[in-house]
């Protein structure tokens, strides 16, 4: 009987170690030729418009790996019927890093990639910040804080060139909040970064009626020497009380071969901390505005008593000042192409609603009433803004459309329901309508719910001189 046993039992052990190995075999199989997510039935962005017939979507690892009518194998469905998919959208001048709620009200903005544009340390990124990374992010070196090490001339010029390969895509000039960057200055960074593919981001010298196109022309000079300039903002600084004659000089200059490109965001007020030289001299004559066009957070419109006092006091309040006319930002939101910058980090000190919900508002403002179609907006903010800074960020070059072997950055939105909520009364009130967000195929906001993930999902996109 024990050997009779004995032989039945091998038989039966090998049989089922065969068939645990085909298991085996099976699972692996299964993973490795299937998606890990796969949006079913979803209209998607195809160039500038929404395609007319539904596909399915699939992401495998940090990529699209398919796109067709096939309903293929996945490990996770997502039906997308009545939904719209588009590319992550960049917001290119986020002038901060950003706290976990920060990039969660990004995020339900659309947004999967932000360019912290206006200046850092030579090798910052999110992590020594003790940032979210839960978006994708480009690093920037200032001049500002190069010069308050009072370095100068060669000094200087050698300091930005080190701090390059660290990672950064752009050098950051702001003349108007920095007096020791003169006219003489930029020109000589632009003459010695001249024809070396380092994209100066310039906010301009002048935020007035009488000289802001002063401002205009010193950016296009340092594209005539030779250097690819980005205008920060350019309905508050730069062309806020002549959009048309501002808009032709850069035009101008950009069909003669220089490369010059600008920013808005589309709102009628900027903020400032008080302490700013924007507040200094005359500076609600240089702006066309009185008192009643000008408030902090929780105080409503400010008297100059107010200001005065807030002025005198050390600690430092962000002042919103609405003095941008309507007109400006519906002339760049209609009649150009340009991208949105934020210029906010969407956290409780920067008291503005451009943070949270530019990119929702562009869509309510000029999208929802007919101005530009919703596949145009989608597109300018998404494959056209990656084209424009992939020379000087490469990774940008496989990011912004929706194609196989580009990376997953996705949104799916509910066009329905699309929202910004985000007001100057409550600035951090996140939009809504975005049904799902994937950065680099990693899910941040499902059915209009952020989620938790154990590893960051997204990458620091680094510049051209990156080592």
């Given at each position: 009987m024990n050997r009779l046993h004995s032989r039945i039992v091998r038989p039966a052990r090998g049989i089922v170690c065969i068939l645990g190995a085909l298991a085996i075999i099976t699972v692996v199989w299964w993973y490795r030729t299937s998606c890990g997510f796969l949006i079913t039935d979803v209209r998607?962005?195809?160039?500038?418009?929404?395609?007319?017939?539904?596909?399915?979507?699939?992401?495998?690892?940090?990529?699209?790996?398919?796109?067709?009518?096939?309903?293929?194998?996945?490990?996770?469905?997502?039906p997308g019927a009545g939904l719209t998919l588009t590319p992550g959208l960049i917001d290119v001048n986020s002038c901060g890093w950003l706290s976990e709620n920060a990039a969660n009200l990004k995020l339900k903005d659309g947004i999967t990639t932000f360019l912290n544009a206006h200046g850092d340390s030579f090798d910052s990124d999110a992590r020594k910040n003790k940032a979210s990374e839960k978006l994708n992010y480009a690093t920037s070196v200032g001049l500002i804080p190069v010069q308050a090490n009072h370095l100068a001339g060669a000094k200087m010029m050698s300091a930005l060139e080190k701090s390059l390969p660290y990672g950064a895509y752009t050098i950051s000039i702001s003349p108007e909040y920095n007096a020791e960057t003169t006219p003489e200055v930029v020109v000589e960074l632009s003459n010695y970064f001249a024809h070396k593919n380092v994209l100066f981001s310039f906010h301009l010298r002048y935020s007035s009626e009488r000289d802001e196109l002063t401002g205009v022309k010193e950016a296009i000079d340092c594209a005539g020497r030779g250097v690819p300039v980005h205008i920060l903002h350019i309905t508050s600084t730069g062309a806020t009380f002549h959009p048309e004659e501002a808009r032709q000089l850069i035009d101008t200059a950009a069909q003669q071969g220089l490369r010059i490109s600008y920013d808005f965001y589309p709102y009628t007020a900027w903020s400032s901390s008080i302490h700013r030289a924007r507040f200094t001299g005359d500076w609600l004559e240089r702006y066309r505005i009185d008192f009643s066009n000008v408030r902090v957070l929780g105080e409503g419109a400010l008297t100059r008593e107010r200001f005065d006092e807030l002025s005198r006091n050390p600690a430092a309040r962000n002042v919103i000042v609405d003095s941008i006319p309507q007109a400006t930002v519906d002339y760049f939101a209609v009649n150009t192409t340009c991208p949105i910058g934020t210029d906010s980090e969407a956290n409780w000190t920067t008291i503005h609603p451009r943070g949270a919900g530019s990119f929702t508002k562009f869509v309510n403002d000029y999208a929802d009433t007919g101005r530009i179609s919703f596949g145009q907006a989608m597109y300018r903010f998404s494959t056209a803004t990656a084209r424009l800074f992939a020379p000087y960020i490469p990774d940008l070059s496989r990011r912004g459309s929706i194609e196989v072997g580009y990376a997953a950055d996705l949104v799916l939105w509910d066009r329905a329901n699309l929202k910004s909520r985000a007001d100057f009364d409550h600035p951090l009130q996140p939009s809504s309508g975005v049904f799902a967000v994937f950065v680099n195929g990693v899910p941040q906001i499902v059915d209009g719910h952020p989620v938790s993930t154990q590893a960051p999902s997204g990458r620091h996109l680094k510049g051209v001189w990156a080592k």
């Open positions: 998607y962005l195809q160039g500038d418009r929404i395609s007319e017939q539904a596909v399915n979507i699939g992401i495998t690892g940090d990529r699209i790996s398919y796109i067709g009518k096939k309903r293929v194998r996945a490990r996770t469905i997502i």
